[in-house]
């Protein structure tokens, strides 16, 4: 048996319904697993029906804002919205300007017989790097001890946008961005954290030396010049490195400021 899994930020669900972009990858990619990234909206105000599809959601409390989903053929064993509060106890999680990254539907879990599926959304350094030490020091380290906990029951898939590139190869100007948001030491050092517990960069391991974005920027015209990041990622548990098939980025596919991704596991 061989799943099909996509993973897409698309800033703002409503906007990219109205595009038809969403419904056209279902049509002609007809993905197994389809986990969506900043989706801006609660169940019910996005009118769709997938009818091949279950839906699963955790929204933001903050109306418009953040928010993850996962549109699955297969029914879950079961769903977990967020990190679990023993993690939430944890970690002292005092809210800034945006409010609390435990109640902006960042992280949503499905269980399945082989594996965990976790889309995540993770919080944005922003411009001024006002939350890059909720990054380096809280929701990196935590996000990571949740997927390490979730090993020790069976392998784990987690894809969305980490909103870091992890090395030179993912942006188009490493130089010009060395201490901008996302490509900070310390958000490469989150993701270099994450392959050092063992998780599997997908689209890197079978693609090692190409330069292929994900996100491009609203400004000059940037994805028409592909001047973009790799900052949307699967990774794997290492015992699914043998099956692993296939690791894609659609560029070509528009509608966000970020395409979609995608891998292949057989089973």
């Known amino acids: 048996m061989t799943y099909s899994f996509f993973s897409w930020n698309v800033n703002g669900l409503r906007a990219i319904l109205k595009k038809g ?20 909206c609660k169940p019910g105000q996005a009118e769709f029906d997938f009818e091949d599809y279950d839906e699963l959601w955790n929204s933001a409390t903050r109306p418009g804002y953040s928010g993850t989903a ?16 023993d993690l939430a106890i944890k970690y002292e999680w005092d809210e800034d300007l945006y409010g ?5 539907g960042r992280v949503l879990t499905a269980e399945y017989p082989e594996f965990f599926l976790v889309t ?7 411009r ?3 939350r890059l030490k909720l990054r380096e020091n809280l929701w990196d380290p935590a996000f990571l001890a949740f997927l390490k906990d979730l090993e020790k029951q069976k392998p784990v898939v987690v894809c969305g946008d980490f909103n870091a ?11 010009d961005n060395e201490h901008n948001a996302g490509y900070t030491i310390e958000e490469r050092q989150g993701i270099k954290n994450l392959k050092n517990a063992g998780f599997i960069d997908t689209f890197r391991s079978l693609h090692p030396d190409e330069r292929r974005y994900t996100w491009w920027s609203h400004l000059g015209h940037a994805r028409e010049h592909n001047v973009g990041w790799r900052i949307d990622y699967f990774f794997i548990s290492k015992a ?4 692993l098939k296939s690791a894609e980025i659609y560029e070509a596919i528009s509608g ?3 395409c979609p991704i995608s891998i292949e596991l057989e089973f």
């Open 21 to 40: 972009t969403l419904e056209k990858l279902l049509a002609e990619k007809s993905p197994d697993f389809l986990c969506l990234q900043e989706t801006k």
């Open 70 to 85: 996962i549109l699955t053929k297969t029914a879950p064993l079961s769903v977990q919205t967020d990190l679990p509060e």
């Open 100 to 104: 609390s990254p435990l109640h902006e």
């Open 120 to 126: 995540v959304y993770t919080p944005n350094s922003k």
């Open 128 to 130: 001024d790097l006002s």
């Open 165 to 175: 590139a992890a090395t030179e190869l993912d942006l188009a100007r490493p130089k």
């Open 240 to 243: 699914l490195m043998e099956n």
């Open 256 to 258: 966000s400021d970020h």
